[in-house]
């Protein structure tokens, strides 16, 4: 993770277009300044991040479904539930499915776990648009490459 | 079996928390209910779901809004009904 950057996941392990679902991985990082005000002495991941994180993990299989065509947006958040704390330094394993394709919008289902055990989900909205900016489409492009996006998935 | 109208309208009133009777077949579900774009994606969902099918709600903006049909073509809920209804009478033809 690069909390700095919003940047929640660090690597794509599975996408399965034809399955519609995604696997990633995401390093909680040992220290950060987050840590030191939720909670000092009892640090853990805030609940809205790893919302993101679910988030982003739905949005990497969206482009995937779209490829490229459609940036994801978050809309709507339901069900988010919290079921166990995620400390500094470990790692999360997350899995995001599409529920459903609507025009213009998709809702996706999302867990986080560590290890075996679960530590969050989360029903999620998204509005799909094209690319509003040029320069976003290339700082996707960026990402996708960074975190091991597999552009081979998206050929026919 | 209820009708293609009351399927909707208890969408509404469950997904939107309006009151049931206060939606009628007249009523123009962003003028007079005041449902907003992002109730209607969850509306969408819900009617997507319940009739196996997909609104093609882009599709009917970009009509509106080059001023090739008019908002109440779609969003009075009679007209929503019927045009739900043709969506699903063209998947079960395409079946």
Request: aromatic share 10%; hydrophobic share 45%; proline share 5%.
């Given at each position: 993770m690069q909390l700095d950057y919003f940047r929640?996941?660090?690597r794509i392990v599975e996408l399965d277009l034809e399955a519609r679902t995604i696997v990633v991985e995401a390093q909680v990082p040992q220290a950060h300044t987050i840590f030191e005000g939720h909670f000092p002495g009892f640090p853990i991941m805030p609940g809205v991040l790893l919302t993101e994180a679910m988030a982003q993990s739905s949005g990497w299989l969206l482009l995937g479904v779209t490829r490229f065509e459609r940036m994801?947006?978050?809309a709507m958040v339901k069900e988010a539930k919290m079921r166990g704390?995620?400390?500094p330094g470990q790692l999360l394993t997350i899995e995001a499915k599409i529920e459903h394709e609507g025009s213009g919008f998709a809702v996706t289902s999302a867990?986080?776990?560590v290890g075996k055990e679960l530590k969050c989900s989360a029903d999620l909205t998204f509005r799909q648009i094209p690319f509003p900016d040029p320069s976003l489409r290339v700082h996707m492009d960026a990402v996708a490459n960074a975190i091991g996006f597999p552009l081979q998935a998206m050929t026919p | 079996m209820s009708s293609t109208f009351d399927q909707i309208a208890t969408i509404i009133a469950e997904?939107?928390?309006?009151p049931r009777d206060t939606i009628t077949p007249e009523s123009h579900a962003i003028d007079d209910l005041g449902i907003d774009s992002l109730d209607f994606l969850d509306i969408a969902f819900a009617i997507d779901k319940a009739f196996g099918i997909k609104m093609p709600l882009e599709k009917w903006t970009q009509e509106v809004n080059d001023g090739k049909a008019t908002t109440e073509q779609y969003f009075v809920l009679?007209?929503?009904a019927a045009r739900i209804d043709e969506l699903v009478a063209a998947k079960s033809a395409g079946a």
């Open positions: 929640l996941i660090d994801p947006f978050l704390f995620v400390s867990k986080a776990r | 997904t939107c928390d309006i009679k007209n929503l």
